[in-house]
């Protein structure tokens, strides 16, 4: 599998993309996660103007087989949620790095980007998992 090479990723399976300036970045879930999770049924996000905080919760998502909670990458306010995904899950399957972005914050911390996975660290941790390491 391959990972878009402008994100950066948790080890729970969510990636963060940081516009040029450094001060704005959307977030989802990769591709693996949603093939783990198979047919998704339920998406919940938090409101606009809501802070988030990094590693902490900040929505779950839900398949036929799983609720899976959602941990946010990187500390910020929301400025939009997607809404055209909460209502048509299937952009996830189709999309995850484009159309599937779930929220666009603004960073509080400008560095949390740095404790996050490169695309390599990130396959080698999909690679262990699946390996059951």
């Known amino acids: 599998m391959n990972f878009p090479t402008d994100l950066k990723y948790t080890d729970k ?3 963060a993309r940081v516009d040029a300036a450094g001060s704005v970045a959307w977030i989802g879930i990769t ?3 949603v093939e783990q999770l198979s047919d998704l049924v339920f998406l919940d996000l938090p409101e606009v103007g809501k802070d988030i905080q990094q590693g902490e919760v900040f929505g779950e998502i839900e398949s036929v087989k799983a609720v899976a909670d959602l941990y946010a990458p990187i500390t910020g306010e929301v400025l939009e949620r997607n809404d055209a995904l909460v209502e048509d899950l299937s952009i996830l399957k189709s999309d995850p790095y484009g159309k599937g972005w779930m929220l666009k914050i603004r960073m509080e911390k ?3 980007q740095d404790s996050l996975l490169s695309p390599a660290a990130y ?3 999909v690679n262990d998992r699946s390996a059951g390491h």
């Open 123 to 125: 396959q080698k941790s």
């Open 110 to 112: 400008v560095s949390e």
């Open 13 to 15: 399976d969510e990636w």
């Open 31 to 33: 591709a693996h996660a």
